[in-house]
């Protein structure tokens, strides 16, 4: 009697442990198309689009996020990690879509096709790196590429203000910027200071760095003698804590160029006016809707986004040429 | 000699006051800086004042509105709410505490019934009070690893089901950025305070309640079961209630296990209360869901975005916080007076 029971009782079990392992598991969806999971509005599968990378980009991705939610149903998720991360990312199949405030580099293609990914690039928008000051500060108007590099290059011996500009300010200079996984500081230093030996940093160590921009703002807004550099859309946003500084690409302070939409729009900001990037995994822009309707709505609908966040529209020409590459992927 | 007497009182009188005076500064320290914080907090979340604001800031608005509580997230802080990341802690908290419940009372149990005392059991006791010590960023990064990629092991992500009554429970493999993932993670985290908690606990049932028991033939088991537990149920619920407490509030570990920054959907797709009954197959979609916390939000909202009226929505958010914070060990507190007042012996 009890050796019967004991032994149905393991049957039983390893039963239960078979149909566990044996399931491979059915989106519910397709198990039983008639009872349709989804009551919302959206149609077809719920794939949630995985978006990360650059903190530059991140309000826009957000913005594009919540519009794409809001108009097509489409389902995202957005972290902000930083350029660098965004493309480790991508490169492990953590996310379909990254931001980015510079080209990818060559090591990070690399990354990417040891796995089999393949980055798809794609300019959503104009920005211009923006070097800001305190509203207290009324010496600093303009600054010359020169001097931006005499201050932030690796070693930089200026500590005061009055090293840059005899007659400014004998106080020190405290410096804020993007930490070294940050796309706006690569394209910073590539842009101010230029090739440095191999193994070096470009960029003087001794500055406040931080991931996230709005650190910067408020470092910069809480100390008079305070400069520091970040994207466009958190100047726009913090307008009335922030004075910006023009750049003049010559020796001469006159031909200093204040960032604003038409500067950045046209080129005239020179040389820190720069497109903003998403990379988009070849595969997933291939195989998954959702993933190709977003990136498609990154360069519609979502132009308004990238206005509203504060960074500047894309040109018509470059705008037709994303959706053109796009549909190539797509078509293939 | 009654001169020198009456010098030593008054002197040993003096220092007995300054004593008293001195506990009852400490006891009014903490209890003052919380009510300055929390005064502040309240006065920048409904807009009566903000001490922090520069120029024309907008002070005179009201962010703790319920469409706090019922909206999701928005680029917009007119629009913004947080209702994905008070469904995501509440499910997090209930499927961490579900874990690491019966792990940590079970170990204390054998720790403290079964285990003979030698150096095999000092050296686990030391090292399970060294754990509770290890700062939270190391079990996230422990948690990227063995349960968010699982090590690699699995290659590309697939999912396995397991059959219950209602439909198909979903398990990521590996668990990617689940709540699973955040829940395993969590559940390490506090399983050392749960641990050491109920250990203290069961040590504080005396020992007479053991003998009796044995002494009238019940089994090592039935002993546990029906007398030392029960008895040991309010100090066990005290510290998993501390330990709950610290999970909620954990964000580091969190966001190294992918909890999402931006999200616009609640885990298992169940917005409404109503639809945890009408929309059951939700449920068990919930594990394998991705998932957002509050004090993540509130960071996010602080530091993410790039609009500062966002900092007046993040401490509206913090008030929200709390208030769920208390209610939860609210609860709790209630369910430990309502077990601990069936025990009389």
Known sequence: MTLSVKLSRIALALAAVGLMVGCEYKEPGAAAPGEGTSTGSSAGSDYVVQIAGSSTVYPVSARVAEAADDTLGIKATVESTGTGTGFERLAKKECDITGASRPIKDSEKQACAANGVEPIELKVGMDGLSIVVNPENDWCDALTVAQLKKLWEHGSEIQTWNQLDESWP???IRLFGPDDKSGTFDYFNEEIIGEVPE?????????????????????????????????????????????????????????????????????????????????????????????????????????????????????????????????????? | MSDVFQRRLKRRQRTSRIFELVCLLSTWFGLVVLVVLLTGLMLKATGTWDPTATGAAKATENWLTPTLLTNHMSSD?????????????????????????????????????????????????????????????????????????????????????????????????????SLLSGAFTLSLLILPIVIIASQEALRAVPQSIRHASLAIGATKWQTIWHQVLPASLPGVMTGVILALSRAIGETAPIIVVGAASYIRFNPGN???????????????????????????????????????????????????????LLLMNGIAVYIRNHFSKRLDW
Request: aromatic fraction near 10%; charge should be negative.
């Open chain 2, 77 to 177: 802080p007119e629009r913004a709410g947080m209702v994905a990341s008070i469904w995501g802690t509440c499910w997090l908290i209930l499927l961490t505490a579900l874990l690491s419940v019966p792990v940590g009372l079970g170990a204390a149990v054998y720790l403290e019934e079964y285990a003979h005392e030698n150096w095999l059991t000092r050296f686990i006791r030391l090292n399970i009070a060294n754990l509770a010590g290890v700062p939270s960023i190391v079990f996230g990064i422990l948690g990227l690893t063995a349960f968010v990629r699982m090590f690699g092991f699995f290659g590309d992500p697939t999912a396995i089901g397991v059959p219950l009554g209602i439909g198909m429970l979903k398990i990521p493999l590996p668990f990617g950025k």
């Open chain 1, 199 to 332: 193994g070096q940093s470009p960029c003087r160590d001794d500055y406040t760095p931080a991931v996230q921009d709005t650190v910067l703002v408020e470092g910069v807004k809480g100390d008079k003698y305070a400069l520091g550099y970040f994207g466009y859309a958190y100047y726009v946003m913090n307008k009335d804590s922030l004075k910006l500084v023009g750049v003049s690409p010559t020796d001469d302070k006159a031909d200093a160029v204040v960032p604003n939409e038409q500067t950045i729009e046209d080129g005239s900001y020179k040389p820190l006016s720069r497109p903003l990037f998403v990379y988009v995994s070849k595969d997933a822009l291939k195989t998954k809707p959702e993933v190709t309707r977003l990136a498609n709505f990154y360069l519609k609908e979502g132009q308004e986004a990238v206005s509203k966040v504060g960074y500047v529209r894309l040109p018509k020409a470059t705008m037709d040429a994303g959706l053109e590459k796009i549909s190539e992927v797509v078509g293939q």
């Open chain 1, 170 to 172: 004998n106080e020190k």
């Open chain 2, 270 to 324: 169940i917005e409404r209360m109503s639809e945890l009954v009408t929309k059951a197959d939700g449920l068990l979609l919930v594990p394998s869901s991705q998932y957002t916390v509050m004090p993540l939000q509130i960071y996010n909202w602080v530091l993410n975005s790039p609009d500062p009226e966002f900092k007046n929505v993040a401490s509206a958010a913090i008030v929200v916080l709390l208030v769920i």
